[in-house]
C-alpha cells in the first residue's frame, strides 16, 4: 500500500508538471497546481483501492490518474473571453 501511494503522488505530480508546462498561461500559480495533481493522485488512488481492493496496482494507477487529470482540469481558465453567438 506504501507503494501505491508513493507511486500516485508521484504520478499526479508528474501530470501536474506537465500540465504546468503545457498550459501555464492558463493555470494559476505553479504551486496550487502541483498541489492539487499530487493530491488528486492520492485520493484517486485511495478511491480505486477502496473500490477495488488490494492487488490491483495498475488499476489503481490509473485511477489516480484519471482523478488527477480530472482535479487539474478544474483549474483551467477559458482561453480569451468568451463569445455568444446570438443576443438572448
Given at each position: 500500500m506504501l507503494f501505491e501511494?508513493?507511486?500516485s503522488a508521484l504520478l499526479g505530480l508528474v501530470l501536474?508538471?506537465?500540465?504546468?508546462h503545457r498550459l501555464a498561461h492558463r493555470l494559476p500559480t505553479r504551486s496550487l497546481v502541483l498541489a492539487t495533481?499530487?493530491?488528486g493522485g492520492l485520493f484517486g488512488a485511495?478511491?480505486?483501492h477502496t473500490a477495488l481492493g488490494?492487488?490491483?496496482?495498475l488499476l489503481i494507477l490509473?485511477?489516480?490518474?484519471?482523478v488527477?487529470?480530472?482535479?487539474l482540469?478544474?483549474?483551467l481558465r477559458p482561453n480569451g473571453r468568451l463569445r455568444r453567438s446570438a443576443p438572448a
Open positions: 501511494a508513493l507511486g501536474a508538471g506537465v500540465a504546468v495533481g499530487t493530491a485511495f478511491l480505486t488490494p492487488g490491483n496496482i490509473l485511477g489516480a490518474a484519471v488527477s487529470v480530472a482535479s482540469s478544474l483549474l
